[in-house]
């Protein structure tokens, strides 16, 4: 337990989660709303995957930082001396889901870390948008107050090793260099043929012929550009336009209808992506 997080959380009026792991403890900070604040967090020696979003800034003398009101994630390798982090925090919703990895023994039983550990080596911290942030979005979600003592404790576990695993299989997986521009051409197609509608399915064999492309083809390069699968896109893209509408006002029928669901199958689709309902979001 980092007892600094946990201040911080309180400071800045978010719940605060932690579970301790073999080797690593494991954290979720959710604030849906507050004042400005500046707080410093101390972090000890070891390795940090964390995932948020929230209008901040963050600094810090050893390891640089960053400014974004977007999703973004940071690995974080803090070297024998800790680091101090400066933030800011402005008003509105902000969110965290991270691990603390303080023993990198090799037989710790969380997933692979060896391409986390080996990058980090190099570049001791390392930030990353897009996709792959996105990604980590329903980590960063409510757990159901259903969930208490060990059960509460083992969803957030399983959180940990989801958040270690996405991260780990991105940094091993294929370079994006080893596709043919062409493809990569191809991949934004696709990416721009569903935003110009998210209520309408998407078939592979549609797209792969709108586009003059093999449908395995198509789909590896979809995966090497964005990190995701055309249907894990899709699918997230609908949520994310979703919760925006629901945020300003619009109706659960509304958004389902306009994001390609019925109500009832957008219901479990939604609690599915984020961990709660979408009535939790209307005003």
Not at 35 to 52: K, N
Not at 112 to 132: C, H, N, W, Y
């Amino acid at each position: 337990m980092n007892e600094n997080f946990e201040a911080n959380a309180q400071r800045t009026q978010a719940a605060y989660d932690d579970v301790a792991l073999p080797g690593a403890y494991a954290w979720r900070y959710h604030r849906t709303v507050g004042d400005a604040a500046r707080i410093t967090t101390r972090l000890d020696p070891g390795l940090y995957i964390c995932a948020g979003q929230g209008d901040l800034r963050t600094q810090s003398p050893q390891y640089g930082g960053y400014e974004s009101k977007e999703q973004i994630m940071a690995l974080i390798c803090v070297g024998s001396e800790g680091a101090a982090f400066d933030t800011e925090i402005r008003p509105g919703a902000a969110y965290s889901f991270g691990l603390h990895v303080t023993n990198l023994d090799p037989a710790l039983p969380l997933a692979q870390l060896d391409a986390i550990v080996a990058i980090t080596s190099k570049r001791p911290m390392l930030l990353f948008e897009g996709s792959l942030a996105q990604r980590m979005a329903p980590l960063q979600a409510p757990i159901d107050p259903w969930f208490q003592g060990d059960a509460r404790k083992m969803v957030i576990t399983a959180r940990a090793l989801e958040l270690v695993a996405t991260v780990s299989q991105e940094l091993a997986g294929p370079a994006r260099s080893e596709v043919r521009a062409i493809d990569i051409k191809r991949a934004y197609a696709v990416r721009d043929t569903i935003e110009q509608d998210l209520s309408k399915t998407f078939r592979l064999a549609d797209l792969s012929s709108l586009l003059g492309a093999d449908a395995s083809l198509l789909t590896r390069a979809f995966r090497a550009v964005f990190d995701e699968s055309i249907a894990a896109h899709l699918t997230r893209r609908r949520m994310e336009n979703a919760a925006a509408m629901l945020s300003d006002g619009a109706s659960v029928k509304s958004a389902a209808r306009s994001n390609g669901y019925t109500p009832n199958a957008f219901s479990s689709a939604f609690r599915r992506h984020y961990g709660y309902a979408p009535s939790a979001l209307r005003r």
